[in-house]
Structure formats: C-alpha cells, structure tokens
C-alpha cells in the first residue's frame, strides 16, 4: 500500500526560502513519478512540480520555474521540494502526489496522496 508523508511547511517572509520533503513507502512501478500540488484557499489545487525516480527527469509550473527545484533520493524513498524566493502567492497547502507517468499525474490524476503541509509566506 502507498503511503506519502509529508512535512516541512510553516511560516516564511517574501523573499525566503522553505524545503518541503515526502516519504514514501509502498513504492511499485505505479509510483515512477513524484509530484507537488498546492491548493490555495478558495481555488482548486494545481500542479507545482514532478520528478521521475527512473531518470531523475523533472517538470514544473510556469510560476514555480527557476524558483523551486524538486529532487528525489532514491535510497531513502524521499523527494524534496526547495522553494526559494517565495511569494504571498505560493501560499498555500501543498500535497506531495504520485503516478505511473507524468502524463497521468497532470491528466486524470491517481488517488495517491499525503495529508498536506501548509505554507504561508508574509508579505
């Protein structure tokens, strides 16, 4: 069974720097692709940014790119997500999601996620 937990949201000034992780168990070949979402409030979740853990391929959001950067660290089944010059508007919960491909994870999505980490950025 997969099973995703993530941690390392809180509360950081514009301009700052947040690293959000995701373990995960139950790894299959159901589970080549790690992603990041966020849902602000009041508007539906979205994809942030993946990586595959069979070759290290990785994709993001227009509004993240050159800004956040995702990696994957197969011997401890983590994936990270640095996110630096934050902004108000990356405020959000952010959901760490997996897939088979990147194709399905940004189409009809699976059912694999974790519970949420909230991250708020002052202004």
């Known amino acids: 069974q997969v099973q995703l937990v993530e941690s390392g949201g809180g509360l950081v000034q514009a301009g700052g720097s947040l690293r959000l992780s995701c373990a995960i168990s139950g790894r299959t070949f159901r589970t080549d692709v790690m992603g990041w979402f966020r849902q602000a409030l009041g508007k539906e979740r979205e994809f942030v940014a993946a990586v595959t853990w069979s070759g290290g391929t990785t994709y993001y959001a227009d509004s993240v790119k050159g800004r956040f950067f995702i990696s994957a660290d197969n011997a401890k089944n983590t994936v990270y997500l640095q996110m630096n010059r934050l902004k108000p508007e990356d405020t959000a919960v952010y959901y760490c999601?997996?897939?088979?491909?990147?194709?399905?994870?940004?189409?009809?999505?699976?059912?694999?996620w974790g519970q949420g980490t909230q991250v708020t950025v002052s202004s």
């Open positions: 999601n997996t897939a088979p491909g990147i194709v399905t994870m940004r189409g009809p999505g699976t059912d694999y």
